[in-house]
């Protein structure tokens, strides 16, 4: 499983890290700006990611514009429907509106920080991705 976990917290994106790490390539971004570029490479090398996990508060773009963008570049790259990265939104925020607007903009999960392992691992599977190693 190839995944980027775009965080602006250095502890948060290293606990993610570790967590993801073990089960494939996991590459991490600082902000929304790092992950678009990151995603585009990966795009242009036929190597798109399978998951993402984006935090909602970041600065310079947050990730709801993060993830609209994101879909954009997927479908102008042909890539829709269940072909999609699988993305889960990390976030402090717990209210309602930012649930519905997360997965209104094209989210498939939804983590309230702090991260524990074994929701990750639940958002995982439940979004039909493989945790075995496959490189």
Known sequence: MKSLIVEDDFAARRLMQ????PHG??????????????IREGMKDSEPYDLICLDIMMPHMDGME?????????AENGI????????IMTTAKSQSKDIF?????GCEGYLIKPIKKID????????GL??????
């Open 80 to 87: 829709n429907g269940l072909d999609r990265t699988k993305v």
């Open 18 to 21: 570790i967590y993801l790490a």
């Open 66 to 74: 993060t993830l609209e963008k994101i879909r954009e570049i997927e």
């Open 101 to 105: 607007g997360a997965f209104k903009t």
């Open 130 to 135: 493989s945790l075995e190693r496959t490189a």
């Open 120 to 127: 990750l691992v639940k958002q995982i599977e439940k979004m």
């Open 25 to 38: 390539e996991c590459s991490v971004a600082i902000n929304g700006i790092e992950a678009l570029d990151a």
